[in-house]
């Protein structure tokens, strides 16, 4: 059998020995290797018709060749950001006759198919993150058996516990952290260390753990600047020495900054953008306690101090107001990102393709989400569009990437979210996410939802998001105890929600005609 290994994306200490390894173990069982140079550029660029290519491009492994690669970080084989199935047209080798459909991108696969074929390679190994082993996927559905060899500083590869590179981006951050503290404390500062994690903030959280740092802020989590200037200036104060000590991932985020628009189910939109339960609830009871001091009810849910942008009763009235907080973000320059959720039904109104024709045009940093439960009130929508996904199947025409979500994972959508919303915030444009979901009733509580088949509700009600997730949790051995005072603060947070509701009393008759516009009256002025 004849092996080929290639390293893609960026380099990090390890990738040589793993190399070395491979080539050993392949000996031992009597296989022969090929490295193949700068990534998946090594396929891309070769020239089957040209005797050099071989040289430039592939490089025959055995042991005497790796011998002492290991002595030394990086890897001997160079790498790329090559991705074969996404080439821009000026990176298409000359020898390849093939053009790019409207000046988009030319996918190379059936070109690297040739290529491994008449090489006589039998199984990749690429070693990288995401980007590389997104196209060893990319090759796996083709056909072509892949081992992917997780790479990353960041330990943030999806499906695997430890990436190559992780270990030794600690080691090296503890080790700069404690000849750091020395001159923090010299000179009484607060000092604060940047480290690996667009996306994942476990090597600033692990760094932070192993060399007892004070805070670490992680990707995950947005943290709010005032309440960390605060604590840190408290850990340095309480430090004899005078000073403090953080970790803070690259992908980290400020908190309460993003804003959303949602449907009138926004309930749960406008509570995790952390509007008070208490106002939700009164908001719905209608009473002065509510977010709209109860003039709104259930279905107009809104607190702008908490970017929760309103809830709209309306088919798609807010998709343009989304289009505007996005264009407000960009010509501010203060990058927040807008979220905007919506319904099926909402694909076949006209807001809908105005909207996402002018953010994709002005590359505007919103995230559009259509929550798909199959029906618009009490009609399927499979009965009334020509394409199997409302949403994801038309988001070419506008020049986005088809996105289709299990919107019952919870896991699966916040990755989804993550890779969006981020690429919202450099400055890349819009995405178009069609979560799969269902609901649990009718369309209100005057619908038995009779129209639905019931083995259809009892296919989905079996995959229910809070008991998959429950699930998951136990799988992966997360202590039931745990599990079960999550419910019961859960559930406490709701009675005191609860009765603050019903201790506050309804709202005065004289705020009938206040807040109706922006000077907080109610005349209008020409």
């Known amino acids: 059998m004849r092996i080929g290994i290639l390293t893609g994306g960026g380099d990090v200490p390890g990738l040589n020995a793993c190399i070395k390894s491979v080539v050993t173990r392949a000996a031992e069982e009597g296989h022969e290797v090929v490295g193949i140079r700068r990534g998946w550029g090594g396929l891309a660029y070769f020239n089957p018709d040209a005797p ?276 407000s973000s960009q010509m501010r320059g203060t990058g927040e990102v807008t979220a905007c959720f919506f319904g099926d039904g909402t694909t076949n109104i006209g807001a809908f393709h105005e909207s996402l024709n002018l953010a994709a045009v002005w590359k505007l940093p919103v995230v559009y989400v259509c929550e798909n439960n199959l029906y618009m009130e009490y009609t399927p929508i499979s009965a009334v569009i020509p394409v199997e996904h409302p949403a994801a199947d038309r988001a070419s025409a506008y020049g986005l990437e088809p996105i289709v979500v299990d919107g019952n994972d919870a896991d699966a959508v916040y990755e989804v979210a993550v890779r969006t919303v981020e690429r919202a915030r450099r400055g890349e444009g819009p995405s178009l996410v069609e979560a799969l979901t269902y609901r649990h009733k009718g369309h209100s509580r005057a619908d038995p939802g009779k129209y639905r088949p019931d083995e259809e509700v009892a296919a989905w009600m079996a995959r229910d998001p809070l008991d998959i997730y429950r699930a998951r949790l136990e799988l992966l051995g997360f202590p039931k105890e745990i599990v079960e005072e999550i419910d019961r603060l859960a559930l406490a947070e709701v009675d005191d929600a609860t009765a603050q509701v019903r201790a506050a009393p309804p709202p005065d008759p004289n705020t009938l005609l206040t807040d109706l516009w922006a000077n907080g009256g109610s005349e209008w002025r020409n």
């Not at 104060?237 to 908190?255: D, F, H, K, Q, V």
């Not at 309930?267 to 002065?288: F, I, Q, Y």
């Not at 001091?293 to 107001?321: E, R």
Request: hydrophobic fraction near 40%.
């Open 52 to 327: 050099e290519s071989t040289a430039s491009n592939l490089i025959p492994l055995d042991a005497g060749v790796v011998r002492t690669i290991d002595r030394t970080g990086g890897t001997f084989l160079h790498t790329s950001r090559t991705n074969p199935a996404k080439m821009r047209p000026e990176e298409v080798p000359e020898f390849l006759t093939v053009g790019a459909p409207d000046g988009g991108t030319v996918d190379l696969t059936p070109h690297v198919l040739r290529v491994l074929e008449s090489r006589e390679i039998d199984v990749l190994i690429p070693i990288g993150g995401d980007d590389t082993l997104s196209y060893g996927l990319r090759l796996h559905e083709e056909g072509v058996p892949v081992i992917a060899i997780p790479k990353t500083m960041d330990n943030d590869v999806h499906g695997t516990d430890y990436c190559i590179g992780f270990s030794t981006a600690v080691s090296r951050g503890v080790q700069f952290i404690h000849s750091l503290r020395t001159a923090a404390g010299s000179h009484e500062r607060i000092a604060v260390v940047e480290l690996f994690g667009r996306y994942s903030g476990e090597t600033s959280l692990v760094t932070a753990y192993l060399s007892g740092v004070d805070r670490a802020v992680i990707s995950e989590v947005p943290f709010d600047i005032d309440k960390l200037a605060g604590l840190l200036l408290s850990d340095q104060a309480s430090n004899p020495s005078n000073y403090a000590m953080m970790t803070i991932s690259e992908g980290a985020r400020l908190a309460e900054g993003d804003m959303i628009l949602a449907t009138y189910r926004g309930h749960n939109h406008t509570l995790l953008r952390g509007a008070p339960m208490a106002s939700l609830l009164g908001e719905c009871a209608g009473r002065s306690i509510g977010c709209c001091q109860g003039k709104g009810g259930s279905m107009h849910l809104t607190d702008v101090t908490k970017g929760a942008m309103g809830s709209y009763a309306i088919v798609g009235a807010h998709m343009p107001v989304a289009l505007g907080t996005a264009w």
